[in-house]
């Protein structure tokens, strides 16, 4: 992994404390409260398969490797301790307005953290949902980050608990990685199945790569169509968001 290294010296939470009025929009009371600015959560958004079975398939953790390649950087990069979290979800564990409140909304402190999605196949057609979901009740996405996307398919509507209408996301940074593997294994097959979602515009940076769909960390690796991996991508908004 020497991709990353640690900077000689490396940015930190500012110690300084404001006073801010929370406005999300699950909470409509005007309250002061003193919290630092500088707090952010990753949400690791798995397709079928991924976080439980599917059909007798998996469960594969696919998701799971990505969020180990982010907490050795945070390590590396010493993020400070205390101001992040991360959490793995399945596909569809956020659907229900319960499991949004328990699996999402539970886990972000206040409107002031940012938050972070990455979403692989399903998890990435679902992950870019949440995005609308959660800016729309006042969150602040700072990056939606799709990992070959699927989910368009009229046939997987039928077996999965998606969304059904194409997403309309709604992040300060999207990057989207579209997985074009010179040769196909059986995960490329399901993938094809459910529909890669092929995106034209929207993100800031897309890029195909010359990997297997189910693949996720190495997609993670890979340079897009800026020169920059995702992995790069992620970890300077992280460090540029302790700078603010």
């Known amino acids: 992994m020497s991709e990353v290294s640690a900077p000689s010296e490396t940015p930190h939470a500012k110690r300084e404390v404001k006073a801010h009025i929370l406005t999300c929009k699950t909470d409509q009371s005007n309250k002061q409260v003193a919290i630092s600015l ?3 959560v990753v949400f690791f958004i798995g397709g079928a398969g991924d976080q439980e079975s599917y059909y007798f398939s998996g469960p594969n953790n696919n998701v799971d490797a990505v969020r180990e ?33 328990e699996k999402v909304l539970a ?13 692989h196949s399903l998890g990435g057609w679902n992950g870019a949902h949440l995005s609308s979901v959660l800016t729309e009740k006042g969150y602040t996405v700072r990056m939606l980050m799709t990992i070959d996307p699927v989910g368009e398919g009229v046939m997987v509507w039928g077996i999965s608990n998606i969304y059904r209408l194409p997403p309309k996301p709604k992040a300060q940074y999207w990057v989207n990685i579209r997985a074009a593997p010179k ?15 092929e995106i034209t515009t929207g993100p800031n940076v897309m890029g195909q ?36």
């Open 209 to 244: 790569v010359d990997v297997n769909h189910a693949d996720a960390n190495i997609m993670y690796l890979r340079p897009l169509n800026n020169g920059k991996t995702a992995r790069q991508i992620f970890n300077e908004s992280v460090l540029n968001l302790f700078k603010e």
């Open 183 to 197: 040769v196909r294994n059986v995960s490329d097959t399901v993938a094809s199945f459910g529909e890669q979602w």
């Open 38 to 40: 500088r707090n952010f």
């Open 69 to 101: 390649i982010f907490l050795r950087d945070a390590k590396a990069l010493k993020f400070p301790a205390g101001k992040f979290e991360s959490w793995p979800l399945g596909y569809n564990d956020f659907i229900s307005d319960k499991d949004l409140s």
């Open 107 to 119: 886990r972000i402190p206040d409107c002031s953290t940012a938050v972070y999605i990455i979403g």
